[in-house]
C-alpha cells in the first residue's frame, strides 16, 4: 500500500507561482511512475503532467507546458510540481498519482493506483 500526501496548494493571483509537493509513504517509491492530475468543479479529472520512475522523462498536457515542471527526488520520495506563470483556468484541486503496477509513465487516470487527497490551487484574475 502507498499513501500520497500533497502539500503546497493555497491562493494566489494570476502570474504567480507555487511549488506542490507529494510525499509518498512507499519504500519501493523510486519504482513508480509518478503522475500529477487535476480536477476543476464540474470537470472530469484531466492529466497535467507525469515523470518515469528515474526522472528522465516528463510529459505534460499542452495547457501546462511551458508553465509547469515535474520533477522527483527519490531519496526523499517526493514529487513536485513546480507552477509558473498561473492562469484563472489553472483552478482546480491538484493530486498526485503512483503507479504501482507497471514502470511504463501513462498520462490517464485510470493507468494509476495510489491517489492522494488533492490540494487546492486557486488562480484569481
Known amino acids: 500500500q502507498v499513501q500520497l500526501v500533497e502539500s503546497g496548494g493555497g491562493l494566489v493571483q494570476a502570474g504567480a507561482s507555487l511549488r506542490l509537493s507529494c510525499a509518498a509513504s512507499?519504500?519501493?517509491?523510486?519504482?513508480?511512475?509518478m503522475g500529477w492530475f487535476r480536477q476543476a468543479p464540474g470537470k472530469e479529472r484531466e492529466f497535467v503532467a507525469a515523470i518515469g520512475w528515474t526522472g528522465g522523462r516528463t510529459y505534460y498536457a499542452d495547457s501546462v507546458k511551458g508553465r509547469f515542471t515535474i520533477s522527483r527526488d527519490n531519496a526523499k520520495n517526493t514529487v513536485y510540481l513546480q507552477m509558473n506563470s498561473l492562469k484563472p483556468e489553472d483552478t482546480a484541486v491538484y493530486y498526485c498519482a503512483a503507479r504501482g503496477l507497471s514502470m511504463v509513465v501513462a498520462t490517464i487516470p485510470q493507468a494509476y493506483e495510489y491517489w492522494g487527497q488533492g490540494t487546492q490551487v486557486t488562480v484569481s484574475s
Open positions: 512507499a519504500r519501493t517509491f523510486s519504482s513508480y511512475p
